[in-house]
């Protein structure tokens, strides 16, 4: 993706500061207690399988536990709210997904105050970014992305597909194909992928949009076929499986990312020490293999470089949900 100056400009805002007061009385024995990497879904999802291989990593690093809590629902409403509304202290962390942005975005359409605001939370570092890809059981009679289509063209409204929830990362993907292909789809809200994934498995749901990293296995096991893809290439797990933009549909490029975002306040020599840790994290050999074989490699930004990345999808993902309106 292209970052331009205007987006670098827009992020500058994200990287917090701190009075220097408070900083040195917070920065100086960082961390001396264990830390909470909230996970705002279930079990399984992107999310999920990126914050415990950082959070084992992280542990190695800075010497203290740090716990991965899942707190799931309202497409990651609950869980992100819960880190902006906690202390600024780097004891508690989440591992977003972009649905940070859309949520408060998709609040506002309903005319509702928003749970949080992106303005909340303060970059800390990606660590992967992947295009979201279309999988359907393996009992699925549709063998391409052509044969999908049609099949949702002439039987408008009846695939029903999953998602992490209402705006949720995977439902704005996916209306984002609908709205493109001139299709109608069954939308089947869970609380999060790993749910989703599950109902897909068992024939509940025909169709779902997902990350590379939570379907390589399923692909391998035969469960599931996957047959498009979100990005503007092709995903290196996935060789075979096609771009909708390759495929005539500009205007579908959608990806699942997962980083680390601290409180906004939190204090510039905490921030400090948890990029350089988090700049550890991602070299440390245990969490790229795990990465590697869930078919999600690394994808590292520092602060500053995810914060102009954040800046950027966050406006596609609000122009989206605007395109798709109220959901009710």
């Excluded at 990312?257 to 245990?286: I, K």
Aim: one cysteine or more; glycine letters at 8%.
């Amino acid at each position: 993706m292209t970052i331009n100056r205007r987006s670098l400009l827009a992020a500058s805002a994200l990287v917090p500061f701190a009075a220097p007061g408070l900083a040195k009385a917070q920065g100086t024995d960082y961390p001396s207690r264990p830390i909470n990497l909230v996970v705002p879904f279930p079990p399984g999802g992107q999310a999920d399988l990126a914050a415990r291989p950082v959070a084992g990593a992280l542990e190695r690093i800075l010497r203290q536990p740090v716990v991965v809590q899942n707190r799931g629902g309202a497409a990651g409403a609950i869980g992100n709210g819960f880190v902006a509304r906690s202390a600024p202290d780097g004891y508690t962390l989440v591992m977003a997904l972009s649905s940070l942005a859309v949520i408060p975005e998709a609040e506002r359409l309903f005319n509702r105050a928003p749970p949080y605001t992106a303005d909340q939370f303060a970059p800390v570092a990606l660590v992967n970014a992947d295009p979201t890809m279309l999988a359907v059981p393996a009992s699925a009679p549709w063998r391409t992305m052509e044969e999908f289509i049609a099949a949702a063209r002439a039987n408008p409204g009846n695939i029903p597909y999953g998602s992490s929830g209402t705006y949720g990362t995977l439902h704005v993907a996916m209306e984002m194909l609908a709205a493109s292909a001139n299709i109608r789809l069954l939308h089947v809200p869970f609380t999060g992928a790993g749910p989703a994934i599950t109902a897909l498995l068992g024939g509940q749901i025909q169709a779902l949009a997902s990350a590379p990293g939570t379907l390589t296995q399923h692909a391998r096991d035969g469960r599931i076929r996957v047959l498009g893809c979100w990005g503007r290439e092709r995903v290196a797990a996935f060789p075979e499986v096609p771009t909708f933009i390759e495929k005539g549909f500009a205007d579908v490029e959608f990806y699942i990312w997962a980083g680390m975002f601290a409180p906004a306040a939190t204090p510039a020599p905490v921030m400090q020490r948890l990029r350089e840790a988090m700049r550890d994290a991602v070299q440390d050999p245990q969490l790229v293999q795990a990465f590697t074989a869930a078919g999600a490699p690394v994808r590292y930004m520092d602060a500053p470089e995810f914060a102009a990345f954040f800046a950027e999808d966050s406006a596609r993902l609000v122009r989206a949900v605007q395109r798709i309106g109220r959901v009710e």
